[in-house]
């Protein structure tokens, strides 16, 4: 069985070699069904398997959303590994998790109080494992408990796979009238890295980043992330990103970087102040349990972006749980009278958005989500 594994992996290795960079035709927005449309291309996830993204159109086409899904990562050989339970990363594009039929919250187009219900939405999968801005393909080694050398392949795949997407999705929307951004947990990160992307694309239009649930990311040691995706050799030539090499690298420069390259970019967070899931994200990268407190480190992130960008604006909410935009309490949390639901809607028509903080206690907090 292991030759046989050995055998496809190197089918789908050579066949990656072959079709990698030579995209063919993709079907044109006005072919697809109104529900959801997958639509495949030649790129490839973490295992070679095929990758695929989403498309829903809408009535004109004239908004449009752009989420980018989330679902772990992985940098050394035993995350990427899929023997290993558990899988700390989505790996395949077509699965469950994926496919935005199966989520709620903002996909749930029932709700007369979902703010994108008249959008046509874009949805980027993830299953490259590089939080969507891996350049490279890795084989990492390591030993098992018998002592055995285990070989990993991992196409860190995760900028090609985005770019086909966001080369599609400027090819179907030419003159949007407003374009938002959005990604939860890994897709965040990759959100607010591509939101600048797509704002110098379309320079004379509103685009408004909303980034959930990873803005405590602060660890010393995520250098290796970047380091094992090689996101250096990924970034725009911009001065914002001048002299920056993966061990320099944090994930609060492609918000800055963003925000300043693009005056028609609006960026805005959502975090939970105890997201278990980025406690334990930060441990797998290298910090000692009980090392650090996340609403500190959420905190400190924040007063870094507003104090290198003109604007920006976050809610925090009490609580533990990991992401908000695709589960059912985008409709229905609360802090100081104001809803979530309310402040997104507030934050993509342009209004202005007052900051929420669970983080003291504020009023609302005992409905953290959970």
Same mark, same amino acid.
């Not at 899931?277 to 994200?281: C, H, K």
């Given at each position: 069985m292991k030759h046989l594994i050995k055998i496809a992996i190197s089918i789908i290795a050579l066949w990656y070699t072959l079709v990698v960079g030579a995209q063919g035709d993709l079907p044109n927005i006005s072919?697809?069904?109104?529900?959801?449309?997958?639509?495949?291309?030649?790129?490839v996830c973490s295992a070679g398997t095929p990758y695929q993204f989403y498309s829903k159109p809408s009535a004109d086409n004239s908004e449009v959303l752009v989420y980018f899904n989330g679902g772990g990562a992985c940098w050394f050989g035993e995350a990427c590994d899929l023997n290993m339970q558990p899988n700390v990363h989505?790996?395949?594009?077509?699965?469950?998790?994926?496919?935005?039929?199966?989520?709620r919250g903002i996909f749930n187009f029932e709700n007369l109080e979902n703010p994108f219900a008249n959008y046509s %939405?874009? *949805?980027?999968? !993830?299953? #490259? /494992?590089? @939080?969507?801005?891996?350049?490279?393909?890795?084989?990492?080694?390591?030993q098992n408990e018998s002592g055995e050398n %285990?070989? *990993?392949?991992? !196409?860190? #795949? /995760?900028? @090609?796979?985005s770019q086909t997407v966001l080369d599609w999705?400027?090819?179907?929307?030419?003159?949007?009238?407003r374009v938002v951004v959005s990604g939860s947990s890994a897709g965040a990160i990759g959100g607010s890295f591509y939101a600048g992307l797509i704002a110098e694309h379309y320079d004379d239009t509103p685009v408004i980043l909303i980034a959930d649930a990873a803005g405590g990311y602060a660890s010393p040691f995520i250098y290796r992330t970047f380091e094992a995706w090689d996101v250096a050799s990924i970034l725009p030539n911009w001065p914002e990103y001048a002299g920056e090499t993966n061990q320099s690298l944090t994930f609060q420069d492609f918000y800055i970087a963003s925000a300043n390259h693009n005056e028609n970019l609006t960026i805005a967070q959502y975090n939970t102040a105890e997201d278990m899931?980025?406690?334990?994200?930060s441990y797998l990268i290298g910090d000692p349990q009980g090392s650090f407190s996340l609403p500190q480190r959420i905190l400190n992130n924040y007063l870094e972006i507003e104090n290198n960008t003109d604007e920006f604006s976050h809610y925090t909410a009490g609580g533990s749980t990991h992401t908000i935009m695709g589960t059912p309490m985008f409709y229905q949390y609360s802090v100081e009278g104001v809803r979530y639901v309310d402040w997104v809607s507030d934050l993509i028509n342009g209004n202005p958005v007052a900051d929420i903080s669970c983080v003291n206690e504020a009023a609302g907090c005992a409905n953290a989500p959970e």
């Open positions: 072919s697809l069904d109104s529900g959801w449309n997958a639509i495949t291309t030649d790129g989505t790996p395949f594009a077509e699965m469950d998790a994926n496919n935005p039929a199966n989520m %939405i874009v *949805v980027v999968p !993830y299953c #490259n /494992g590089d @939080v969507h801005v891996g350049g490279v393909e890795r084989e990492y080694t390591y %285990i070989n *990993v392949t991992a !196409y860190h #795949n /995760g900028f @090609v796979n999705v400027y090819k179907s929307f030419s003159a949007p009238s899931v980025q406690y334990n994200f």
